[in-house]
């Protein structure tokens, strides 16, 4: 046997550890190729498909639901759709799959249902998803009703949706959803009319929501930011446990401090002069009801001085805010000017044309009104109207701006009366009256005889719209009973009232209006005596001067915080082309009395 000596064995590690020393830097490891992440989409529509195979329907459905709610996390809305289509499918004589998932599930598959509604803004389903939405405990009763405020915005019913939203802060405890749902409630309070708001707080079922349209009444009332800071103290120290009181939302935590001058431009002599005066006493009524000593109130007539005058003089004097100027030509050419000072003119010019940046147009257009048309139609999901209008020019704006804004809403008949004498013959026309009897005339001719017969209106009718004045719907009236067609419900802008005094020949109208025309609240009540200009021919211009002081007191709430301000000319807000868009209120003639539509039904 050969043995190795201790001298050996240590030569032979020396050698190896040499050997080891000079070997290269051994090779890295081949890079891990990068894993694609896996693709969510791919996944759900893999699991879609096995959901597909399987033979049973409750199953199916709730790996379909799974899907779907994964789905709408990802925001895949169209895919979301083509899904829901899927389970609301009924094949062979078999229920819907949707129909065979328990409670709990349907409502998930619901809710989402009404989600997708509430996005596309589609009011029909709306209706029919909140009739048969069903949740199931507590915490689905919640998310229900969080549900229900927003779609209930979408389709205008804000009073609705504010209601559901005090509701649901009533029940909350946590601090951050009870300012969520404050701010909330705030936002949908601000789009109703101050008219209304007294109304809801007399009808409230609780302290709670009986306080809220208070606090949302008095506080915009209240014409200046000064006013304002008043009436939410003294309702802050009467509910001092309310949710708005513990939580006010943001608009009611910083307030803007009021202008110390405002220059009103407008005509007071001239041809214009009688327009321009009821603006000034409209403007001077809002200034002395505010108790507006700490401004100081400037007027400037544009017809005894050129516009770029009464600015410049307006601006050396000291002026903060410009109001005015009355006339289109005299906005043109303010604008023109360049002003760095903010300006409300009291008009608007022609679409598309651009102003100063410093400017917000605001007017009594009667596209405003064609727009509060076009909403409540679909409102109440109106599905065909006959149209008429007159060749007055302001009927034609009116009718374009209707028809742009129509939105599922079919114009089957239409006619313009061109004299009263030819209304009755137009409306016949429009209903197809004449075709009816046509018919039976050529009837008769064929069998050789008479018969018994009384004309008919088309059927497929729903309400009739009328772009008409006051004279013209005297006239409408009679015409459509005449034509068997009495039973619709007919809406006007305000002009069908505009003199009249004997309301009971309008029975049945439904109108949009200022809210100053049908109740102008404390201030109008306070100036009725000392202002003739309130009431009559000149009272939507006196109207346009009292919100002229509102806006130019609040134009951080209006431009910056951009919300809607509730006036005396409708409910203001400011679109994204610096015009003032107006939400009128709707009132309808029932025995002879002005009756506000949301109080019709009783």
């Not at 190795?4 to 000079?22: D, E, K, P, Q």
């Not at 006959?386 to 007055?392: G, H, K, T």
Request: charged fraction near 20%.
């Amino acid at each position: 046997m050969c043995k190795i000596s201790r001298t050996g064995c240590l030569l032979a590690l020396v050698a190896i550890f040499a050997a080891s020393g000079c070997k290269s830097t051994p090779d890295r490891p081949a890079p891990v190729p990068e894993q694609t992440p896996p693709d969510p989409l791919a996944a759900i529509e893999a699991d879609l498909r096995r959901a597909q195979a399987t033979g049973n329907d409750a199953q199916r459905a709730r790996d379909y639901l799974r899907s779907l709610e994964r789905l709408r996390e990802l925001g895949e809305t169209r895919r979301v759709e083509q899904v829901v289509q899927r389970m609301l499918a009924k094949e062979s004589g078999k229920a819907a799959l949707a129909d065979t998932l328990d409670p709990e599930s349907r409502y998930r598959f619901d809710a989402t249902r009404l989600e997708l509604a509430t996005a596309a803004g589609n009011n029909h389903e709306i209706h029919g998803l909140l009739a048969t939405l069903d949740p199931q405990g507590p915490a689905q009763m919640r998310h229900s009703m969080d549900l229900r405020a927003e779609a209930l915005a979408v389709t205008g019913d804000v009073t609705g949706s504010a209601r559901m939203l005090m509701a649901l802060a009533d029940t909350a405890s946590d601090p951050a959803t009870v300012g969520r749902l404050s701010t909330a409630i705030w936002r949908q309070l601000t789009q109703v009319p101050v008219i209304e708001l007294r109304a809801r707080a007399a009808s409230a079922s609780t302290p709670t929501e009986r306080a809220w349209w208070m606090l949302a009444s008095q506080f915009n009332e209240a014409v200046t930011s000064r006013g304002q800071i008043n009436q939410w103290q003294a309702w802050r120290n009467r509910h001092p446990d309310h949710p708005a009181a513990r939580h006010p939302p943001p608009s009611l935590r910083q307030f803007a401090r009021d202008p110390g001058q405002l220059a009103l431009l407008v005509p007071v002599t001239g041809d214009f002069g009688p327009p321009g005066q009821a603006v000034r006493d409209g403007f001077l009524a809002a200034y002395l009801h505010a108790d507006g000593n700490a401004q100081r109130i400037q007027v400037y007539d544009t017809n005894a001085m050129s516009v770029r005058a009464a600015y410049d003089l307006a601006v050396q004097q000291g002026a903060e805010v410009i109001i005015g100027p009355l006339q289109k030509e005299a906005v043109a050419a303010l604008s023109a000017l360049a002003p760095t000072l903010p300006v409300i003119a009291l008009n608007q010019l022609d679409a598309g044309v651009t102003t100063a940046d410093t400017m917000i147009q605001f007017s009594l257009a009667i596209e405003d009104q064609a727009s509060a048309i076009a909403e409540v139609l679909a409102a109440q999901e109106i599905e065909r109207i006959v149209l008429f209008d007159s060749p007055a020019r302001w009927s034609g704006r009116a009718r374009a701006r209707l028809v742009d804004e129509l939105d599922g809403v079919e114009t089957v008949g239409f006619g313009t009366f061109h004299r009263l004498a030819e209304i009755t013959n137009v409306v016949g026309n429009a209903l197809h009256i004449n075709e009816s009897q046509t018919r039976v005339q050529e009837i008769e001719s064929l069998l050789g005889r008479t018969l018994e017969f009384a004309p008919r209106r088309r059927d497929d009718v729903d309400a009739v719209v009328a772009l008409i004045d006051a004279d013209e719907f005297l006239s409408l009236k009679p015409a459509l009973d005449f034509h068997f067609a009495g039973d619709l419900p007919v809406f006007a802008p305000s002009t069908a009232t505009l003199g009249t005094i004997d309301l009971s020949r309008l029975e049945g109208l439904r109108f949009c209006a200022m809210p100053w025309a049908l109740d102008a609240g404390d201030l109008g009540e306070s100036v009725y005596e000392a202002f003739p200009a309130s009431r009559g021919s000149y009272a939507s211009l006196f109207a346009l001067g009292v919100d002229g002081f509102r806006l130019a007191n609040q134009l951080d709430r209006l431009t910056v915080r951009r919300e809607a301000i509730p006036g005396s000319t409708g409910v203001l807000s400011l679109g994204e082309d610096g015009r003032i868009r107006r939400s009128l209120v709707w009132a309808e003639v029932i025995g002879g009395r002005l009756v506000p539509m949301w109080d019709a039904a009783n």
